[in-house]
């Protein structure tokens, strides 16, 4: 199975390297987060090397009258130098002084600056130019800078953003590539429906169903089922490919606890999907259940499933005795699972009162 996180991983490096991906050496020894880890170090070291510099120039510019700040800023200083002085500056004269700055600039400088070191910076700044800059980051797509942005707004400012970009690929992009993973939650919360179809939609067009199942996976519960609820809206041949997907590269548990969570209706349509009844995928299916101990998720996605459904899972149980018998070491502790057994073939049923009196 690839590992998507790592890719996006190499694709920040090399921007905070000022260098095209392909440019970079042989990573593989490096998992997703020691090559964070690399990039934020790598970080570190370039802004350490000039915090004297950006200082100094911090210390000047509080000196001036915010419009001629904002001036040495666009004509003198350019957009890279004046992200680091921006660090070092009080927060209210930072906002002060982005008020005079071209959202072109805005941008330019975005590029350049660590929004975990400009924390407090982002948050004296009126939403309005953070909205603005972020329209000019989405039309040059910029979806690298977003991703690290909008990751540190204020709920506030975000909501704000959101409504202010018209664009599925630019959140598709934002989502793939944010990173902190626990504001995906929240980020699709403020999205309409239509917005998280046209995430998904743009997932099918551009072949990037694998990153965007990974991505999932990272969600909370409620939001999976959201997603999940916004692809069955898409129709049966998207959940043919998502299907094809999951079984190309392993992506079972984020599909499953997707499917778990969708309303019941929805569910019922995934999981009556003629690929879902082929012997091949359910023992594939099954498998992963065992690997990635997802027993509990598959009694709530076949809790209500139709009875062909179970029939045909339960002709793999029986070819498969260890999974016989895991399944039986689960259903002790979990009534869900006995819930689901209950409506196993009787075939089924007797081979597990054996097993479970030997």
Known sequence: MLDFDLHAQRIKLARALDVDEAALPSLAPLRAGEL?????????????????????????SALVPAGLSATLAERALGSEL?????????????????????????????????????????????PAVIVDTARELTTRRE???????????????????????????????IGLLIERRDRLDRLLELLPDARRRGMLATAERTGTWPQTLALVGHLGDRSKGVMGDAAVSLGLPVLETLLAVTREH??????????????????????????????????ELLCAVSRERLWPTLAR??????????ERGADVLLARRELLTELLAHAESLPELDAMLARMPPALRRQLEALAAT
């Open 82 to 126: 004046t992200a680091g002085v921006t660090c070092e500056m009080d927060p209210r004269r930072a906002a002060k002084v982005s008020h005079k700055l071209s959202p072109r600039f805005l941008a330019e400088l975005s590029t350049h600056l660590d929004p975990e070191r400009a924390e407090t910076v982002l948050a004296a700044i009126a």
């Open 301 to 310: 996605v076949w809790g209500a499933a139709p009875q062909e459904t179970l």
């Open 36 to 60: 964070q880890e690399l990039r934020a170090c790598v970080t570190e070291a370039i802004y350490a090397r000039h915090r004297d510099r950006f200082q100094r120039l911090a210390r000047l």
């Open 143 to 173: 979806y690298i800078t977003l991703a690290r942005f909008v990751a540190s707004l204020a709920d506030e400012t975000l909501a704000e953003v959101m409504r202010a970009i018209d664009d599925d690929v630019a959140f598709h992009q």
């Open 250 to 283: 392993g992506l079972w548990g984020p599909l499953l606890t997707t499917i778990a969570n969708m309303r019941p209706e929805n569910r019922d349509v995934v999981v009556a999907m003629p690929g879902l009844q082929e012997p091949d995928t359910l023992r």
